[in-house]
């Protein structure tokens, strides 16, 4: 579903993304974790074609994201980590808006919308202006909307971020839900017991380099630690397990 082929990302004499290599399988979910500034950002935003890379190559659903953006992205839903809304819009009004900016057909695109409302558990609110809404139903809106056009792809930068945990829980309880159907999540995440329950799969970036990539089995083995869970593990691999011995401390 992705493959970045030997992708980097330059801003002058500061390299953000350093020739990077990734391969997506269709029906994952899919961890993309790192220390703050360690490129992840950047690297989501030129996976949702926001920004180019300098070199390399971004393949989405076999299509080339530089020769074929339209195509690309007409398969993707992305979810960024702070989602702009037309807060004077009902929520039923911003789904229609978005269903039209991807062209939906009007046949059954109704029936969509009131099959998102009940997903993400918005029924209630549909025509409602989106300013009274609290942050974790803002962020479910957002969710909504990237699943309106009815993507292969889904691209989320910290997806629960301002959830409560049922909102949480029922965020992944949809990706899941998506997965199982052939579709295919890619998420960013500071929260690593997330990343550890969720994802099928996860890569590791510092300082622009991906350090680790596999399951969470294939993490222990490559880190050296069996047994140990993935903060342990995150930790130790970027080389942080001072750090990591003042968080157990702070659990005490």
């Known amino acids: 579903m992705i493959t970045l082929n030997t992708v ?38 030129m996976l949702a074609g926001l920004i180019q890379p300098t ?25 960024p980590d702070r989602p702009f809304l037309y807060e004077k819009l009902t929520a039923l009004e911003f789904l229609r ?32 202006l989106i300013e009274s809404f609290s942050h974790g139903m803002k962020q479910r ?19 629960m971020v301002g959830l409560d945990p049922r909102g949480a829980r029922l965020v992944k309880e949809v990706f899941r839900g998506f997965c199982a159907q052939g579709g295919t999540v890619f998420m960013s995440t500071h929260t690593l017991e997330i990343a550890e329950e969720v994802c099928d ?5 510092q300082r622009g380099k991906i ?12 880190s050296g630690s069996e047994g140990s869970t993935l903060d342990s593990i995150f ?8 750090v990591q011995k003042v968080v157990e401390a702070l659990r005490l």
């Open 201 to 205: 799969r996860i890569a590791i970036i």
């Open 55 to 79: 070199s390399g190559t971004v393949t989405i659903d076999g299509w080339d994201l530089a020769q074929h953006p339209i195509r690309a992205k007409r398969v993707v839903g992305f979810i």
């Open 211 to 222: 350090i680790a990539a596999g399951t969470i089995k294939e993490l222990r083995e490559k």
């Open 235 to 242: 930790f130790k691999l970027i080389g942080g397990e001072e």
């Open 141 to 159: 809106l957002v969710m909504a909307s990237a699943f309106i056009h009815q993507p292969k792809l889904i691209i989320v930068d910290e997806p």
């Open 97 to 128: 808006f978005i269903a039209g900016l991807y062209n939906c057909s009007s046949n059954g695109v109704e029936q969509r919308i009131t099959y998102l409302f009940r997903l993400f558990d918005l029924t209630e609110w549909q025509n409602e």
């Open 8 to 45: 980097s990302k330059r801003y002058g004499d500061f390299i953000a993304v350093d020739a990077i290599g990734l391969e997506v399988k269709p029906g994952e979910i899919f961890g993309f974790l790192g220390p703050n500034g360690a490129g992840k950002t950047t690297t989501i935003k």
